[in-house]
């Protein structure tokens, strides 16, 4: 149990669709990181949310964005939702400046 | 570009041992060891930092060769438990930065 929560566990959108996913931080942790897991792979970044601004961004156009809140949980939006967007989401929660990241169980999205 | 993970599969008896390896084209300043079970989060490991350290606790043990770019995970007397993927993140930065992570290993 890492103390990271992410709702909803599962979610079915059709293509063209937005979605948004949460992420509630463990207890301490003030830094966010998403990353996507498509079936078979590494996790792979998206970006990272720091005292409510973007620290980082991996390799993902801008139809994915992200927000962080005063209380350091955090939401994944993604927007014109495409098929090979199906994969699990996974949100890890770290203190700044210290190495160890969390992961929550995720979220696994289904574009149709 | 991501870390090189071999082997890809491996499979083991109750009892014996597996050596998991992680190498990048990067100059890294960590490795971070995840396991993961099918339809379940990466569970943290262990990291190990730039210096070329050794960890280990229970009978899974970790080192860090940093002029190889390379880090390999132990794992002794395996146990029916260690059943799953384990992926090796590398990080280039001391801090949050992003974790760029292998293929994985199916053990």
């Known amino acids: 149990e890492t103390g990271v929560t992410q709702s909803p566990t599962h979610l079915i959108k059709t293509r063209g669709q937005q979605v948004t996913l949460r992420c509630s931080s463990q207890s301490g942790h003030n830094t966010v990181s998403w990353y996507q897991q498509a079936l078979g792979q590494g996790p792979q970044f998206i970006f990272q949310?720091?005292?409510?601004?973007?620290?980082g961004r991996g390799n993902f156009p801008p139809r994915f964005s992200g927000l962080q809140f005063p209380n350091y949980s955090s939401e994944l939006n993604v927007n014109a939702l495409e098929l090979d967007d199906s994969a699990l989401y996974l949100c890890?929660?770290?203190?700044?400046?210290?190495?160890?990241?969390?992961f929550g169980p995720g979220t696994r999205l289904t574009v149709t | 570009q991501q870390p090189v993970q071999s082997p890809q599969a491996v499979i083991l008896r109750e009892g014996e041992d597996a050596v998991i390896n992680c190498s990048s084209s990067k100059a890294l300043y960590s490795v971070h060891w995840y396991r993961q079970k099918h339809g379940e989060a990466p569970i943290f490991l262990m990291i190990l930092l730039k210096g070329g350290e050794q960890k280990g606790h229970d009978k899974i043990s970790a080192s860090f060769n940093e002029k190889k770019q390379q880090s390999s995970l132990y794992l002794t007397a395996s146990q029916l438990s260690y059943s799953g993927t384990y992926f090796c993140g590398t990080g280039t930065n001391f801090g949050n930065e992003k974790l760029t992570f292998g293929t994985g290993t199916r053990l």
């Open positions: 890890a929660s770290s203190r700044i400046g210290t190495i160890e990241q969390y």
């Open positions: 949310y720091y005292r409510e601004e973007e620290n």
